[in-house]
């Protein structure tokens, strides 16, 4: 089995050894280098061929969100997963950070174990989006000021959709997970996994981030 491999971007030189240390411990996983910003975590994912990139976002030179975007963006780095890492698992940038094209995002109090997990997670082309942090995240996306309603482009796109496919993503944007949403419908796991790649790829979306991104944008429902 080939190793996951893994590029650290942290400014902090005694939180990437902590991290090193947890990521090398894992049969199955392999830190292929080291960024102390954010520009640095570009060249690097270059260079490495990093399959997940760790991100946090307050680094100087170039921010995590910054350096995400570039990533996301370059059709060279098309198969890297950046992995956001926040002190708090939902603080301002965690939405930007989404949009910006990061596969998920992870609160450094996190369990190595929860850290490794969702290394591979975010490996397999899945994305790490926990319901609590995703239920936060989108109460506080609705609750800023400068929210604007959907584009109408995005409302058109959401026409594609099947009424059941419809109602998943929203189930996705509070979020549940397959699992969640197969008992909450009375469906197969399958069922709902189908219904969110068939929506995923009706939008045009990366991964279930992104998908998530897109429900916020068309006004899809929010937490209850």
Do not use: C
Not at 43 to 49: G, S, V
Not at 134 to 147: E, K, N, Q
């Amino acid at each position: 089995m080939t190793a996951v491999r893994v590029l650290l971007a942290d400014d902090q030189d005694i939180v990437r050894a902590g991290l090193r240390l947890m990521v090398d411990n894992a049969p199955d996983l392999t830190v292929v280098g080291e960024a102390a910003t954010g520009a640095q975590a570009v060249r690097m994912a270059r260079q490495t061929r990093a399959d997940v990139v760790l991100m946090d976002i307050r680094m100087p030179e170039l921010d995590g969100l910054a350096a995400t975007r570039w990533i996301s963006t370059d059709p060279d780095l098309a198969g890297v997963k950046v992995l956001i890492l926040t002190t708090f698992e939902v603080d301002e940038y965690v939405f930007e950070a989404l949009r910006a094209g990061a596969s998920g995002f992870l609160g450094k109090s996190a369990r190595p174990d929860a850290l490794i997990e969702a290394i591979r997670t975010v490996a397999r082309g899945e994305a790490l989006l926990s319901p609590a942090a995703t239920r936060g995240l989108i109460a506080r996306y609705l609750a800023t000021d400068d929210r604007h309603p959907a584009p109408a482009t995005a409302s058109r796109v959401l026409d594609g959709l099947t009424e059941r496919e419809r109602e998943i993503v929203g189930l996705v944007a509070t979020g549940m997970s397959n699992a969640e949403i197969a008992d909450h419908l009375t469906l197969s796991p399958f069922t709902v996994k189908t219904h969110v790649n068939h929506a995923m790829t009706k939008l045009d979306a990366r991964d279930r981030a992104q998908l998530v991104v897109i429900a916020y944008q068309a006004g899809l429902p929010g937490p209850s």
